[in-house]
């Protein structure tokens, strides 16, 4: 049986999605540094088909429900998870974060939309870190594809006149310590060449320019001074505004 504490909207916990997360107790994995260690005690209401249901009523515009724990009981979140796959008056996605470091082996992976494993290690950081365990999968055609984004890039091609950027964006990146930067400058002979192909392969022709691009080489968001995005101010917005594992913007 499981039983939840409570719940909260999110537009973090999975990507591209608003996710109902449900915080489920009697946890047994008793991480250290858990964020959440109230939920290692057997409290709470019983998690039912009932209950998830007026959840799910409740908590309108979400797109996702996320069961947050339930190793006591993955076949419980199993069950739960495949009744909302049957449901013809909602159409969410499903995810799972548990804090195993593999899913069991009884457990179908179609039930779900999204899964995140792995126990929290505070030297080792959440999905955010380039140091992390944890893995996110997306469930696609019963394949796990990690799309855990382990470290980042933004390249920036500039010139005389946005010098000062780069010094900008140093202080933003601090913050973001997956995020490498790479800038090459227009008029400097041994970065020229990189720069103008970073400007060439994205179709622009000003500078400065800057394109964020993840672990696999994929695209994440560009910053162009044709749209007058390409500033320090618009890219620690945009950084501190979407989830950058799996997102993809344009």
């Known amino acids: ?15 591209d999605e608003i996710t109902l997360c449900i915080n489920i107790s009697n946890c047994p994995c008793h991480c250290e540094g858990c964020h959440s260690p109230y939920l290692a005690e057997d409290i709470g209401a019983e998690l039912t088909i009932d209950t998830l249901a007026d959840l799910i009523k409740a908590n309108k515009g979400i797109t996702c429900v996320c069961f947050m724990g339930g190793d006591a009981n993955p076949k419980d979140v199993e069950e739960l998870a495949i009744w909302m796959k ?30 995140k494993i792995g126990p929290y290690i505070p030297k080792l950081g959440g999905l ?10 997306k469930v696609e055609d019963e394949e796990l594809i990690d799309i855990t ?11 005389d006149n946005s010098e000062k950027l780069i010094t900008e964006l140093k202080e933003v990146l601090v913050n973001f310590p997956i995020i490498e930067l790479e800038a090459y400058h227009e008029q400097i002979f041994k970065e020229r060449k990189k720069a103008f192909a970073i400007k060439n392969e994205w179709g622009t022709r000003l500078a400065p320019f800057a394109i964020l691009i993840d672990n696999d080489n994929t695209p994440v968001i560009a910053f162009y001074s044709e749209k007058g995005n390409c500033t320090s101010e618009k890219i620690n917005e ?6 950058v594992y799996g997102k993809k913007i344009y």
């Not at 049986?1 to 990507?15: A, G, I, N, R």
């Not at 008056?89 to 974060?97: D, I, N, V």
């Not at 984004?149 to 010139?159: E, H, Q, R, T």
């Open 128 to 137: 955010d870190s380039g140091t992390t365990n944890q893995i996110m999968y």
């Open 86 to 115: 049957l449901q013809s008056w909602f159409r969410l996605k499903t995810a799972w974060y548990s804090g195993r470091q593999h899913i069991p082996d009884e457990i179908s992976t179609i039930a779900f939309d999204y899964i």
């Open 149 to 159: 984004v382990l470290n980042m890039i933004l390249k920036v091609a500039y010139d």
């Open 238 to 243: 945009a950084l501190h505004n979407w989830i």
């Open 1 to 15: 049986m499981l039983k939840y504490v409570d719940t909260l909207v999110s537009f973090q916990e999975v990507p």
